[in-house]
RNA sequence: GUGCCCUUAGCUCAGCCGGUUAGAGCGCCUGGUUGUGGUCCAGGAGGUCGCCGGUUCGAAUCCGGUAGGGCACCCCA
């Protein structure tokens, strides 16, 4: 029989990576408390149709990187590839249009079927916010602000850049794209297969498309300030007035767009070169039209997803580990005095780190691979008197405290 | 889904124009220290050379396939 494996593209978060995981979503989380975004976590499957109304029936998304079964039931279940749909369809279930606007926070693993790579995997996590109901462009700094403060808490600022572009109202964008489609049309033949295909399919893509051949076509073609209606420019320029305002700054990058058609306005990303080609880090926009998409009532929303794995990749600074106390009885009875001791220490929150076997030779070796600061030695001397030895483990300081004491001097 | 690269000890890697018992560093274990870790010294354990098949007198080494990892594309966090 094989070797167990995990599944392609899937990994275990073992202690050390969970703890950084765990920073992660516990520093986004503070952040958006701060910013009154509750957490919410929605299954981690939902009816494919939820995914499939939301992403287009043309994404790659939907049309091949998706886990899609069929439940013992008969309904189409598929594996969240992505929180927004997800959390939309909470809003849209729960009919919770009159308590807007709603601020949200999630977390959790989602899952595409695509080709691992480093920063991508098939079971990934992420971290997102959304806000439904404000149509302001306040709204939108504001998502971009708390984003730009998880990076800075998570000290990755500096390897990110902020991406900003525009991608209208439906009005400028359907000017736009008209006039985009026939441009690229007239360059048919010189453009790259895959261009060709989202000539059809998503014609913005072919903007940011990577084709050298391509590039020389996409310097020539409509610029799409040129079709951004007044309402929209006006929106674009409060958005970057408020970036400004709080200091953040930002890049104009035209080339940045979404295919799908309920995305508008704002459009985001924060961008590092440190990851390879998986460049997004933190990612989002505006999204007016989704909910209706999907069947709710119209309501405005604007958010952002970040992947975890590449947030833990980027970080450098990780918070020091909490150093435990290292329990050292010798013989059973001393070793029954302190497991009673640290039941009760334990229960008060401090860290007792105690092992199962060994004698004081191992026993210290391992208080020092817990990295602990206290060693706590009781053997039959000690216990006579109902004392413990205290060994400090970084200068090596020994003295006897009495038993009853013990708590006093393990605490901080 | 496409192209290219990689896979040897728990980890990081050397060995690879085929040829006796496959190596190093780190880690692990034991001893030097009967109740004292981190440094040092000595010793030891640990490998179906990813897997399957082929070529050959002989394969870690060459060839084919397959799985996993990586890079680029696609797409995206």
Redesign the pocket.
């Known amino acids: 029989m094989?070797?167990l494996?995990p599944?392609?593209?899937?990994?275990d978060l073992l202690p050390d990576d969970a703890r950084k995981h765990n920073h992660v979503v516990a520093t986004a989380r503070a952040l958006g408390d701060a910013y009154g975004y509750g957490e919410i976590a929605t299954p981690i499957f939902e009816q494919t149709e939820v995914f499939k109304r939301t992403l287009g029936d043309t994404?790659?998304?939907v049309t091949?990187?998706m886990y899609t079964f069929e439940d013992k039931g008969g309904d189409s279940i598929t594996l969240r590839p992505?929180g927004t749909a997800a959390v939309a369809r909470s809003y849209i279930s729960g009919k919770m249009q009159d308590q807007l606007p709603l601020k949200f926070f999630y977390h959790g693993p989602?899952f595409?079927y695509?080709?691992?790579?480093?920063?991508?995997?098939r079971q990934?996590h992420?971290i997102g916010i959304e806000l439904f109901g404000v149509a302001d462009p306040v709204g939108d700094v504001e998502v971009i602000a708390l984003g730009a403060q998880i990076l800075e808490k998570l000290g990755v600022q500096d390897w990110c850049t902020l991406e900003l572009n525009t991608l209208g109202d439906t009005e400028s964008r359907d000017a736009y794209r008209a006039a985009l489609v026939a441009y690229f049309e007239g360059h048919r033949d010189r453009l790259s297969e895959?261009s060709k295909d989202?000539l059809h399919r998503?014609p913005l893509?072919i903007l940011?498309?990577?084709?050298k051949g391509d590039r020389t076509i996409i310097e020539q073609a409509p610029r799409f300030d040129a079709y951004l209606t007044p309402a929209a420019q006006d929106f674009f320029a409060r958005v970057q007035e408020g970036l400004t305002d709080l200091g953040i700054g930002y890049t104009r990058n035209e080339r940045l767009v979404r295919?799908l058609d309920y995305y508008c306005h704002t459009a985001f990303?924060f961008t590092t070169d440190r990851l390879?080609?998986?460049?997004?880090?933190?990612?989002?926009g505006r999204y007016d039209g989704l909910i209706g998409t999907m069947g709710g009532p119209e309501t405005a929303g604007v958010g952002w997803?970040?992947?975890i794995?590449?947030l833990t990749m980027l970080a450098e600074q990780w918070p020091a580990q909490a150093r435990p106390v290292t329990f050292i009885p010798?013989g059973e009875a001393a070793d029954k005095a302190l497991r009673k001791i640290a039941f009760e220490l334990r229960g008060q929150g401090i860290a007792i780190d105690m092992g199962y076997s060994g004698?004081?030779?191992?026993r210290?070796?391992r208080?020092?691979?817990a990295g602990a600061r206290l060693?706590v030695?009781v053997?039959?001397?000690?216990l006579a008197q109902n004392q413990a030895?205290l060994?400090d483990?970084?200068?090596?300081e020994?003295r006897t405290v009495p038993l009853a004491e013990l708590a006093q001097y393990l605490k901080n």
Do not use: Y
């Not at 599944?7 to 990994?11: D, I, K, L, Q």
């Not at 004698?359 to 191992?362: F, P, S, V």
């Open positions: 094989a070797t494996q599944v392609r593209g899937t990994h994404s790659d998304v091949k990187e992505e989602m595409r695509e080709r691992p790579q480093k920063g991508r995997q990934f992420q895959d989202r998503n893509r940011d498309s990577k084709d295919g990303e390879g080609s998986q460049s997004a880090v933190l990612a989002g997803a970040a992947g794995e590449r010798l004698n004081l030779k191992r210290m070796a208080a020092n691979k060693a030695i053997g039959d001397d000690e030895t060994r483990m970084d200068g090596g020994q």
